[in-house]
């Protein structure tokens, strides 16, 4: 019964860290949840001093540090967590975001074609899929943006943002009646899309269509999208 003793204080010792860490875990994510990122990330520290290896707390640390504008201490806990779980793409997906917000992209690139690898579908590889479209976008790489949406849209059908993303792209290229094609499937996917019957109308004026230009221009402006006014006053009211 002696030689017992120490053996149920452990146990118990370890039951009661298990408790703690818990409770901390519930504690933090209950911060987050109410918006107190300096709160949350305390509460963390507690979990990952008490449980090293516990993936969701670094993940959640680096959350609430990402949240602070903690760039550093966002990189650095998923750096560990990646190391330890090489195939978490959540905690790709958001070393990627750290990446693009310091500038870091090729590195934000790299993480986001592993999610693609990883996922061949599914919300993550759909969200990669998205950001390196845009991304591809902004540098003016139009191929690559195609490419991208091409794959998204194959994977994402019912998604109305990748129709009408692709739409864009396929509008910069001057390839208009794809890119009308695919903005009329993301307006029947979405009636509510403003962004896509204002693209649509680019491409319809662009074609002398300028009844049909206006008609979708006065939809954009009726679901609220103010800034294709301009565009109003110079096609439509003559």
Not at 58 to 75: E, F, I, K, N, P
Not at 80 to 103: G, Q, S, Y
Request: proline share 3%.
């Amino acid at each position: 019964m002696k030689i017992a003793l120490p053996l149920l204080s452990l146990l118990f010792s370890t039951a009661t860290l298990a408790q703690t860490a818990d409770g901390d875990m519930i504690a933090g994510l209950t911060a987050l949840k109410k918006e107190n990122p300096e709160a949350a990330e305390s509460a963390f520290n507690k979990v990952v001093l008490e449980e090293p290896g516990n993936a969701k707390a670094w993940y959640y640390r680096a959350v609430s540090r990402l949240v602070q504008g903690d760039h550093t201490g966002a990189l650095s806990d998923l750096d560990h967590l990646i190391a330890m779980e090489p195939a978490d793409v959540h905690a790709l997906l958001r070393r990627a975001e750290v990446f693009t917000a310091t500038n870091a992209k090729a590195e934000a690139k790299s993480d986001l074609h592993k999610v693609v690898g990883l996922n061949a579908n599914g919300p993550a590889a759909e969200h990669a899929l998205f950001e390196l479209g845009r991304m591809a976008m902004e540098e003016n790489d139009l191929p690559t943006a195609l490419r991208h949406y091409d794959r998204l849209v194959n994977i994402a059908g019912y998604n109305a943002m990748a129709w009408c993303d692709r739409g864009i792209v396929r509008s910069a290229l001057r390839d208009d009646d794809r890119a009308i094609a695919d903005l009329e499937k993301a307006i029947e996917i979405d009636p509510t899309l403003d962004q896509a019957y204002a693209q649509l109308a680019i491409v319809l004026f662009r074609q002398d269509r300028r009844q049909e230009g206006c008609y979708a221009l006065q939809q954009a402006h009726d679901l609220g999208d103010r800034s294709v006014e301009e565009l109003m006053l110079l096609h439509c009211d003559r």
